[in-house]
Each structure stands twice: as structure tokens, then as C-alpha cells.
């Protein structure tokens, strides 16, 4: 069983954050997604399409490729890629081919779940955070920032899944009255791909805020991560993959070959084993490959899991033990993930910890969202008294360099660490690696040339022998490790004449004395093998991810203007129906018979056409719905004029009398504007007149 011990940290915490912006953050699951916004000390889940609080981790196709389905969708399409997110990680050059002219990557497809995501939640959040397994890699790690900068998202961190749920555990709980001697809390969490056991000790600190340009005591919540473990060969899935080869026969195992009947056959034994939380036995049934009923019993998975319980009991024993914590000075244990609701499970947890009762207040996936949005939204605040979270590595990688080994342990990040190496070469190839798998490769050059030009520039020996490299390794806070600076130095010892001073400070002879000049320079590094993508290969999945999208709503907006075009030709046979069965006196013929012809064309149109622009679909709509306008106006009329006729002699004499009383008002008031409008006239013709005697009147006085 591997465990990884991982992080020593401090985390000080005052609240949820105050910047003006809404900050994203997302909790990257295997299966599901989890998003939260944060937005002035206040966060929310974002939902779904459904309105459901989480994204299936899927993208499925339609139409050879012409329909995406994403998330919610996704299990709907004809070809559908699951668990994108660790195809991501692991294969990110991976295609998955749709059809002859559309193929994408697993990184793309990353991308697109998770531009779905940053869709639903706002295109105006910034920046974002997302959260990952903490036995997540460097290049693991580095490859979900890419997929994330195709998505559109800008400046993109990294958080580990533990340190998001503290940020969130520590702002819902009060510790103003706790005990400082059980302070100290356990998290175990177990979920279908791993477990972990964090400790830590969440307490009250005096601390300093700006407010006004003056500092301002306050008590900060501090959460100090003591220890913690994890191990990737407990989980849930491998409980349900126990339970599965212990009730299969040899004679079905070839069905599990195939990876749709494995995720099937798996999904009836995980619900079974929800099952088995309240019941004492269980029934499946799988009709796919022929009728197989299974009966399972709480007794028979928990003896078949016996290893996995060992496991997660030694976790907490080394947990506990790397943070010298003991039963009697542990104040509460919380339980996180699917798993920790199996009643074994937490009989296992409370035996470890000698504790009756256990802490289950938090969604896991939930509380790493909203953590992971409340650290974004603090990486924008320049408050430095805000809550700020250290990143931390929690992962253990070596270096090797010229047949040498260094490590790299667990540490807080941002991390530098120098290595010496020799070589008598003039290139020196290091590996940076995290057990078995390379996460990057580099090349140093020019070695011996470079220690040869300083030797004369020093006027040294020359190059004598294996040079000395120093070798520098940073490890960054999003936990992506890189080798940043390579150097080479050179010492020359010389012998210079230093005149002798006496007592009294005068020169005397002439004296030998040895010093050493020592010179350095940067060696060329040429990375051979990263996980970086390339620029270009991001900005082109980038363009390509955005073309999709547009793509995709333009035909959302065709769908729903066929839909509407297709409600229009269902109302247009209605009112047809309704002028044969009640002929119109006031609706011509010929208007009757445009409409019908109209009508024809556009379902002739509708069928039979090639796939049209929403444009053309519009345009049907409005001159069918101009004709049918046009009609009702008609028969709106008819059936106005049929009521006024409905009256009687007396009233129709009266009305007459009346209206020839009567003047019409509009052309009362257009003859009194037309007078008015003439006297206007008039008067501005007098004052022109007039104004040409008073001209004449002056010039004649200017004369005289």
C-alpha cells in the first residue's frame, strides 16, 4: 500500500472575502464537477442547466459530431467520453474521434466541461481556483491549468482538496469558546478514488487589519494542517471491485472486458452497496447480458473489504502519530466523501480514534468549491490582513542528475532547493520525477565551453577534470515543480605581491600572498520533456473550443426557430379550418388563398430543404404570421361592424341628428392651427416690410 506523507501548514483565516468581484472556484471530480462563486464575504453553488448542484464530469455527440452534449446532457449523445478529467490528466494528446472531420483531445474535452462550467456561472467571474486530489502530480496538475486557459479562464491556481475544505470548515465553526487543548481535529475523508486523514488545529489569533490607513486588532481564525496522509489503493471503487469479483463467476468475467458493460455492472453494485448502509442484505439484477440475480449481504462485503479497513486505520495511526496527536487530546473527527457513510467504515473511524461520535456537517465536493472560490477571491484582495492561503506540496519527487539522486520532500511552496552535481561532459541531462513517471526532462549545455571561457577570463589553469554544477528546483504554489537556474563557478587561486606595513604604518618590502578570484555563469536550459502545452496549442484549442461553442448556439437558435415555425404552421391550419367552417365576408378570396399558399410552401420548405440559417427560418415566420395578422384584423373588424349594425331604428335617427350637430373636432382643431399659421404669416411679412423702411432710414441719416 503506497502513503504519502504530505503538508506541514499554516492557513490564518478571517471570513470570506471582500473583493468586488465575483471569483470562481471549482472542485474537479472524477464523475461530477462542483462550482461556488464568491462575491463580497457571501458564496453560492452554481447550478446546472437542471438546476441540479453539480456537472457530470462528461461530453457526449450527436449527428457524427454536429450536436454536443455536455455535462448534464452529455449521457445522451451517441458518443460519449466519461471520466474526462483524469484522460486529461494522464493522456492529454488522446483523441477521441467523433467522425471523419472532428476529432478532439482529452484536454480539449476538459476544456469544454469546463467552459460549460464558467458559462453557467458568469462569463464575468475573475479569476478562478480550482481543486484537485492532493495525489495529484506536477504535470497532473499543470495539464488541468491548460485545459482551464482553453476554457477562457484567466490566470488559473491550483488548490488541494483538504486545504479547500479547511478554508470553508473554518468559517462556519465558532472557536471563540473552544478548549485550546482540543483544538485539534481529524479529517478522514474517503471518496471512489482515494482516502486521506488530515489533521489540524483550528484556533483564535490576535491580528492587524488596515482600516482607514490605520492598523486595527482583530481576531483571526488560524488552521494549522499538522499532518496529513493519503493513499490511492484505498477507495470506494476498490470496495465495489471487491465486491464484484467475490459474486462474479469465472464464466462472466469476459463481460468486464468491455469498458461500457464494466461501468454498468459496477453502478448496480455501488447503489447495492447504498443499499447495505440500511439493510442487511440486497438483490441485483443485471438483464444486459442475460438475466444474473446476485444476493449480497452486509456481512459478506464487509469481510471481503477487511484490507481496505486495515488501510484507512493505519492512515489515521500515521496522521495522528506525524502530528502527536493522541485520542484524549483530540477534540472532534470529521468524516468526508461517499465512503465515510458506510457503517463499518465509521465504526473503523471511531475505533481509531477512541471517539463515540463523528462530525459529518460538510458536502465534500461542495465545501472544496466554495473554499477554492473564497482563496480565488482572496488572491485579489492587496490586503495583506485578508484570509490568504500557503500553497503546500504534498507530493515527494526526485531529481536525478549525472547517475545522482536528490529528493525533493514535502514542504511549503513556493520551495527552492539547490543541488551539486559534476560532469566531465559538456551537456548534463536532469529528471524530475514523482516515483516511476517522468513530470519533466531538462538539458544543460555548453557546460565545459563555459568553464573553459572563465578559466581565461580569470587567467586561470584551465578546465581541469569534472565541472561543478549547481542545479536550482523550485517548487511553485500551485505544487508544479521546475527546474528554474543552472550555474557553473570557477575559482582561480593567484599569488600577488602586497607590500609589507610595519608597526608604524609605513611600507616595507614586498610580501607574497595567495587570494582566489572566483567567477560564475548561467548555463543554457533546453527543456526536452515538460508538461507544459505550447502557447500556440493552447490558443488553437482555445479558438477551437470557442468555435464549437458559437457554433452549437447558433444551432440552438435554428432548433428553436424551427420549433416556433412549426407552432406557426399547426395555428395557420387552425385558421384555415376556421374560415371553412365560418366563411368571412370581410376577408377576400385571394387573401384566403395566399395564405393557403404560403402555408404550403413553408411546410414544403420546412421538410424538404437543406439545413437553412436561422435567418431564413425568421423570415418564414414573419410572412406567415403577416398573412394570419392581416386576416384576424379583418375579421376583428366584420365582427365590430356586426355589433354597431345590432341597433335599433330610434337609436340609428338619433345618432344621425347627433353627428350632424355635431362638428368633428380633428378638423375644428386643423382650422383653427391653419388660422393661426396664416396670422403668423402676416405678421412676419409686415416685419419685413418694416425692417426695410428702418434700413433705408438709416442710410439716409448716415448720408446726411
Known amino acids: 500500500m503506497a502513503i504519502e506523507k504530505i503538508f506541514f501548514a499554516v492557513i490564518t483565516i478571517t471570513g470570506m472575502a471582500a473583493g468586488d468581484k465575483e471569483s470562481l472556484g471549482i472542485d474537479l471530480g472524477r464523475n461530477t464537477i462542483r462550482a461556488a462563486v464568491a462575491k463580497q464575504g457571501r458564496s453560492r453553488i452554481v447550478l446546472n442547466t437542471m438546476s441540479e448542484r453539480y456537472f457530470p464530469c462528461l461530453v457526449g455527440w450527436r449527428d457524427d459530431g454536429e450536436e454536443r452534449l455536455l455535462c448534464e446532457s452529455g449521457a445522451q449523445g451517441h458518443h460519449v467520453v466519461h471520466n474526462v478529467r483524469d484522460l486529461a490528466a494522464t493522456d492529454p494528446t488522446g483523441e477521441a474521434t467523433i467522425s471523419e472531420n472532428l476529432s ?37 496538475r499543470q ?28 468559517n462556519i465553526h465558532d472557536f471563540s469558546n473552544q478548549d485550546p487543548v482540543k483544538s485539534k481535529v481529524l479529517f478522514v475523508t474517503l471518496t471512489a478514488s482515494h482516502a486521506s486523514v488530515t489533521a489540524a488545529r483550528c484556533t483564535l489569533v490576535k491580528g492587524s487589519r488596515l482600516d482607514g490607513g490605520s492598523q486595527r486588532l482583530i481576531m483571526q481564525r488560524s488552521v494549522q494542517i499538522l499532518s496529513s496522509v ?32 464494466r461501468r454498468k455492472i459496477f453502478a448496480r453494485f455501488r447503489k447495492t452497496m447504498e443499499v447495505l448502509t440500511s439493510r442487511t442484505e440486497a438483490e441485483i439484477t443485471i438483464e444486459d447480458f ?29 496522521a495522528m502519530k506525524t502530528a502527536k496527536i493522541s485520542p484524549s487530546n483530540l477534540g472532534s473527527v470529521e468524516i468526508y466523501g461517499g465512503g465515510s457513510r458506510i457503517p463499518f467504515v465509521q465504526a473503523a473511524i471511531m475505533e481509531s480514534t477512541k471517539k463515540s461520535a463523528l462530525g459529518n456537517r460538510l458536502d465534500k465536493d461542495e465545501a472544496s468549491a466554495i473554499g477554492a472560490a473564497v482563496h480565488a477571491s482572496n488572491l485579489t484582495v492587496p490586503d495583506v490582513a485578508l484570509p490568504m492561503l500557503r500553497h503546500y506540496s504534498s507530493i515527494e519527487y526526485t531529481v536525478i542528475a549525472n547517475g545522482k539522486v536528490f529528493t525533493i520532500p514535502p514542504s511549503p511552496v513556493p520551495h527552492k532547493m539547490q543541488f551539486d552535481v559534476e560532469t566531465a561532459e559538456d551537456e548534463l ?22 568553464a573553459a571561457q572563465l578559466h581565461t577570463e580569470l587567467s586561470g589553469p584551465g578546465v581541469e577534470g569534472p565541472v561543478p554544477v549547481k542545479i536550482r528546483v523550485v517548487v511553485r504554489e500551485s505544487g508544479i515543480v521546475e527546474l528554474t537556474r543552472a550555474k557553473i563557478t570557477v575559482k582561480v587561486s593567484k599569488v600577488v605581491e602586497v607590500a609589507k606595513k610595519n608597526k608604524k604604518g609605513k611600507k616595507g618590502n614586498p610580501m607574497s600572498k595567495k587570494v582566489e578570484e572566483e567567477k560564475y555563469t548561467s548555463l543554457p536550459i533546453d527543456v526536452t520533456q515538460s508538461a507544459v502545452t505550447e502557447k500556440a496549442v493552447i490558443d488553437a484549442g482555445r479558438r477551437k473550443l470557442n468555435k464549437i461553442h458559437v457554433k452549437q448556439e447558433k444551432r440552438k437558435e435554428f432548433a428553436s426557430a424551427r420549433n416556433d415555425l412549426e407552432v406557426l404552421l399547426y395555428d395557420a391550419a387552425e385558421l384555415q379550418n376556421d374560415l371553412i367552417d365560418n366563411p368571412s365576408t370581410a376577408v377576400p378570396d385571394f387573401l384566403i388563398t395566399e395564405l393557403k399558399e404560403a402555408a404550403e410552401k413553408a411546410q414544403i420548405w420546412h421538410d424538404t430543404a437543406p439545413e437553412p440559417t436561422t435567418h431564413d427560418y425568421n423570415h418564414r415566420h414573419l410572412s406567415l404570421s403577416r398573412k394570419m395578422h392581416q386576416i384576424e384584423q379583418l375579421r376583428a373588424v366584420e365582427d365590430e361592424n356586426t355589433e354597431e349594425n345590432c341597433v335599433t331604428p330610434e337609436i340609428v335617427e338619433s345618432s344621425t341628428l347627433q353627428e350632424e ?44
Open 104 to 140: 478532439v483531445t482529452h484536454l480539449e474535452s476538459l476544456g469544454m466541461v469546463l467552459q460549460h462550467v464558467k458559462i453557467l456561472s458568469g462569463n464575468t467571474v475573475e479569476p478562478a481556483t480550482i481543486s484537485v486530489p492532493p495525489y495529484y502530480s506536477s504535470s497532473q
Open 290 to 318: 442475460g438475466v444474473i440475480k446476485k444476493t449480497v449481504t452486509r456481512k459478506k462485503f464487509e469481510s471481503v473489504n477487511q484490507d481496505q479497513i486495515a488501510g484507512l486505520q493505519r492512515l489515521i495511526k500515521t
Open 429 to 450: 541531462t536532469v529528471e524530475i520525477k514523482q516515483g516511476s513517471e517522468v513530470q519533466s526532462a531538462y538539458k544543460l549545455s555548453k557546460v565545459q565551453t563555459s
Open 143 to 170: 495539464r488541468v491549468i491548460d485545459a482551464s486557459l482553453m476554457a477562457g479562464m484567466k490566470h488559473p491556481t491550483i488548490i488541494s482538496d483538504p486545504a479547500a475544505m479547511l478554508i470553508t470548515y473554518s
Open 661 to 704: 350637430q355635431e362638428e368633428d373636432p380633428l378638423a375644428t382643431c386643423l382650422s383653427e392651427l391653419h388660422e393661426v399659421k396664416k396670422q403668423l404669416h402676416e405678421e412676419r411679412e409686415a416685419n419685413k416690410s418694416l425692417r426695410k423702411k428702418l434700413e433705408k432710414a438709416k442710410k439716409r441719416s448716415r448720408g446726411n
Open 230 to 261: 493519503t493513499s490511492t489503493n484505498i477507495s470506494v471503487d476498490a470496495m465495489v471491485g471487491n465486491l464484484v469479483m467475490e459474486y462474479w463467476n469465472d464464466a462472466e468475467l469476459h463481460v468486464l472486458e468491455d469498458g461500457k458493460n
